[in-house]
């Protein structure tokens, strides 16, 4: 084989059969490359391939699952929101019937005690005439008596009632 390099006059020259055994060597390691070497290469492609493949598809699957998951957390908040408003909606009726029905039944203690009070002052009142008329009557009487036990003239008459008058202011 040595002879075939030293046999030419130049390295750089074409040999015709050299040129055929270097083609048919190419040839022979192409045919032996594709009937074993690129087999488990095209396999390791195509794994790869659905490897990256499944992981884009789960990638894809897991993103709708987060919009969904996403949109359905909204739509938990927006309930949240619309049951609290519905709830502090409920508690300021509530507070606001609290407030009128205490209102009312202080308006009403209210009614009842002035009801009372002029019931109390009116009797008070009946009480009080009733205890003048009596003095009046007393003092009628006693002046009528006295008036008679002594039989005076009108100047006397008139301090007699008078004594008699102050005697009541007195009392």
Request: glycine letters at 2%.
């Amino acid at each position: 084989m040595m002879s075939l390099f030293l046999a030419g006059s130049s390295l750089l020259s074409f040999n015709t059969g050299f040129a055929i055994w270097i083609l048919i060597s190419l040839i022979v390691f192409l045919g032996i490359m594709y009937k074993f070497a690129l087999p488990p290469i095209i396999k390791g492609i195509e794994e790869r391939e659905q490897s990256i493949q499944s992981s884009l598809d789960a990638a894809e699957k897991a993103l709708r699952e987060a919009e969904k998951i996403s949109k359905d957390n909204e739509e938990v908040v927006r309930e949240a929101e619309r049951t609290a408003q519905s709830i502090r909606k409920e508690a300021t009726k509530e507070v606001e019937e609290f407030r009128a029905e205490r209102m009312e039944k202080a308006k009403e203690e209210a009614e009842k005690l002035i009801e009372d009070a002029k019931k109390s002052i009116d009797q008070e009142k009946q009480k009080a005439l009733q205890e003048l008329r009596k003095e009046v009557t007393d003092l009628t009487i006693e002046a009528t008596t006295r008036l008679l036990q002594k039989n005076v003239d009108s100047e006397t008459n008139r301090k007699l009632i008078d004594e008699t008058i102050n005697d009541l202011s007195k009392n």
